[in-house]
């Protein structure tokens, strides 16, 4: 069994975000990055699914540049086996030519298995796994809680959560790539061997622009701005009926929702 875990590193949800003085983009100066809070959980699975055939080969893959490597080396402690940097140092890529070169990497290594975060904490845009799994020609169930292999190992049960407490359960066909939300398992700790192992563990370095064959982002970022300070709420006293009566007329003129 051969797994692949897309991995992206994000800012600490903690951090607190500056945008450059040139409105061009996120400052990084001073950003604690992390593995991607829903990409750990998919590490935790693939990490399970291998344990649970007994041999097989858990595989992180980042589309990333090299500081990205430190986040890749925490999942190698975690159990994976060993790492593929592709390095787009010097690139502006979007979901679409992140999907490209993904795509371009994932069939040559003959994975039965990918999975991914259900979405990415920093932009939250949702779309690189579903454009993999497009352009490959793959099926893809998106979020899920719950793997389990097939006997023949030729397919996988997941439960997908749906809203209102309802589950959806899918058989899927392999090869795959499934998006993984919480599910039953908690990202385990790296023990500190596994720590030790993982500073030896192979990462492969490819280089983004070698894959990309001249295609181009399909979205262009144009400026970064913070939201809005928020403004300060308003407290009202009174009698019931003049509260509710001045609760009316400022939903009305000033909040304009009425």
């Known amino acids: 069994m051969k797994i692949a875990v897309l991995l992206k590193q994000t800012p600490d949800t903690e951090t607190k975000i500056k945008i450059k003085s040139d409105a061009s983009g996120v400052d990084e100066t001073d950003i604690k990055w992390i593995i ?19 041999t097989g080969e858990v595989v992180i893959v980042t589309a990333g540049i090299k500081r990205a490597v430190e986040s890749m080396r925490q999942a190698l402690a975690m159990g994976a086996d060993r790492g593929i940097l592709i390095d787009t140092e010097g690139l502006t890529l979007d979901s679409y030519t992140a999907a490209v070169i993904l795509a371009k990497v994932l069939p040559n290594e003959k994975f039965d298995i ?39 190992k030729k397919s996988v049960m997941v439960v997908r959560p749906v809203s209102g407490g309802t589950k ?7 090869p795959t790539i499934l998006c993984c939300d919480k599910g039953e398992h908690d990202p385990r700790y790296a023990s500190l061997p596994g720590i030790m192992k993982a500073k030896t563990k ?18 262009k970022w144009v400026n970064f701005s913070l939201p809005p300070d928020r403004q300060a709420g308003k407290i009202l006293k009174g009698e019931p009926e003049q509260v509710c009566a001045e609760l009316v007329k400022l939903l009305r003129e000033e909040a304009k929702v009425i």
């Open 202 to 219: 192979p990462i492969q370095e490819l280089k983004a622009a070698d894959l990309l064959a001249g295609e181009t982002p399909k979205v």
């Open 114 to 152: 990918v999975l991914a975060g259900k979405q990415a904490v920093d932009d939250d845009c949702v779309q690189v796994a579903h454009g993999v799994a497009t352009l490959l020609d793959w099926p893809c169930v998106w979020p899920i809680e719950h793997i389990e292999l097939s006997g023949d």
């Open 36 to 54: 991607n809070t829903y990409d750990e959980y998919a590490v935790e699975e693939a990490l399970r699914l291998k344990e649970a055939v007994g």
């Open 168 to 174: 959806e359960v899918f058989e899927v066909g392999l």
